[in-house]
């Protein structure tokens, strides 16, 4: 059932239109008169409207076009008695989503009005999606206090009001593509599309295709004309995900678009305008990738305008509560899985592993837990290997007690973590006081600092 407002000079078209909706259980509100209209919808929020351009005391056109707040994204159907192409065409620049000529058949009517009210609740849908991406898509989602994420935020903050081209680097897990959405869905361009291509996931040879589009018969397997992501991003944002792997050739191509915003799609000579804003990220140094020759300079500084660089896992490691906390309720609330708690040794276990796999290695390790453990309360001996490997297994000689599993061991990591949770025992064991815990490990106050630093347990300590 949907409000209808009808506005027509014409008492007999008015009837005939409310006797006709009203039989298809519809709501109908009838305005004899432009005054009258006015009235009506700057109180009421209608679904459809159907409106006479000539009306005695204004022209209906002049109504469209200063149509009040409440109803300026409600479809109207101008209804004309003058089935010129000219007034059809200016009631539709006008925004008008259709216009019917007197004299009309009903059903032609009912068909128009079909079409209006399932264009309304796909647009009302699009703009309840859209608020939904734009409160999902905040600083609220994006976790962490520590002084690097602080950095980060503030710079999402200056960047989200303007259409600077913006370079997200960090390893994979930390988050760039989050980053990149939020700076979108913040952003005036919050109404555009978001359209996200993997430059590593895609052959080199379609790459070009899938990022320009094609003509028909511009290659073999061409069967049909195909826009690209650059055109399907317009008047939004296109992020480019790994952006070092676009192969040089393309790499040029991608430089004209940035500067000349204008590109042809493969197999044609014409010319496509786009307004579109570029994000680019990548998990590796692309200063040393132009000195290896593999990535274009000018491009690099094109892309470079606003560099924000996420942080490692390991380097903010004190994040890491409140990432949990986080996760446990998204996961409990999206999979229906009950929610758990971590002891004070398993947090400890967390807050000393090197998480080579950055903040996605935490959330993985999150939901299998909630899906896997049996209890409420997770330890550090409820964590996988090598997270739930202890030191306590040393002998008194400082051998280490421990056995190599038959998948085998990342040597290089799991001495790190070894390292961290020795470090960690003897702060506790000294209350903190590092002269006494470095004499513990029989290192000097220097060193111990030092290594505090490298594996990211100093801020962790602060807390």
């Not at 590593?200 to 826009?227: C, D, H």
């Not at 000579?269 to 590796?284: H, L």
Request: charged residues 25%.
């Amino acid at each position: 059932m949907a409000s209808i407002l009808v506005i027509d000079t014409e008492s007999f078209i008015r009837e005939v239109l409310r006797n006709l909706f009203e039989s298809e259980k519809h709501d109908v509100a009838l305005a004899s008169s432009g005054r009258e209209a006015k009235k009506l919808l700057g109180k009421n929020a209608f679904d459809l409207i159907f409106l006479d351009i000539m009306l005695k005391d204004m022209d209906g056109l002049e109504l469209l076009r200063n149509m009040p707040p409440l109803n300026a994204e409600t479809p109207v159907v101008v209804i004309t008695g003058f089935a010129t192409v000219k007034s059809a065409v200016k009631a539709m620049k006008l925004g008008a989503f259709d216009y019917i000529s007197k004299p009309f058949s009903l059903e032609e009517v009912l068909l128009v009005a079909e079409k209006a009210l399932e264009y309304s609740q796909v647009k009302r849908e699009n703009l309840l999606l859209k608020r939904h991406l734009r409160r999902h898509y905040s600083l609220r989602q994006i976790i962490g206090s520590s002084e690097a994420m602080r950095r980060v935020f503030a710079l999402i903050e200056k960047v989200k009001r303007t259409d600077s081209t913006v370079l997200i680097t960090g390893e994979s897990g930390t988050g760039k593509e989050l980053v990149a959405k939020t700076i979108h869905y913040q952003s005036p361009r919050a109404n555009g599309p978001f359209v996200a291509i993997n430059c590593a996931a895609i052959p080199r040879e379609l790459l070009e295709a899938e990022l320009f589009g094609y003509e028909k018969g511009a290659f073999t397997g061409a069967v049909v004309s195909k826009p690209g992501k650059l055109e399907m991003a317009d008047t939004g944002t296109l992020f480019l995900d790994e952006v070092a792997e676009l192969d040089p050739a393309l790499q040029g191509k991608l430089l004209r678009v940035i500067q000349e915003r204008e590109f042809e799609r493969i197999g044609s000579n014409k010319t496509i305008r786009v307004d579109v804003r570029i994000i680019a990220a990548s998990n590796r140094d692309l200063q040393e990738q132009m000195r290896q020759g593999r990535f274009r300079e000018d491009l690099y500084w094109r892309l470079n305008v606003i560099p924000i660089h996420l942080p490692p896992l390991r380097e903010r490691k004190e994040d890491i509560p409140a990432l949990l906390g986080y996760f446990v309720q998204e996961l409990s609330q999206q999979k229906r899985g009950r929610p758990i708690k971590f002891s004070h040794d398993a947090l400890k276990a967390l807050m000393a592993y090197h998480w080579p796999g950055n903040v996605r290695e935490l959330e993985n390790l999150v939901e299998r837990l909630m899906v896997l453990h049996e209890g409420d309360v997770v330890s550090a001996q409820d964590l996988p290997s090598p997270l739930g490997l202890r030191p306590a297994e040393i002998s008194p000689r400082g051998q280490v007690l421990l056995s190599l599993p038959s998948e085998g061991v990342n040597l290089p990591q799991l001495l790190q973590e070894l390292e961290s949770q020795l470090i960690l025992q003897a702060l506790e064991r000294s209350g903190g006081v590092r002269s006494k815990a470095a004499r513990l490990l029989g290192l000097n106050r220097t060193t111990l600092i030092e290594k505090m630093k490298k594996l990211g347990l100093a801020e962790a300590l602060r807390r």
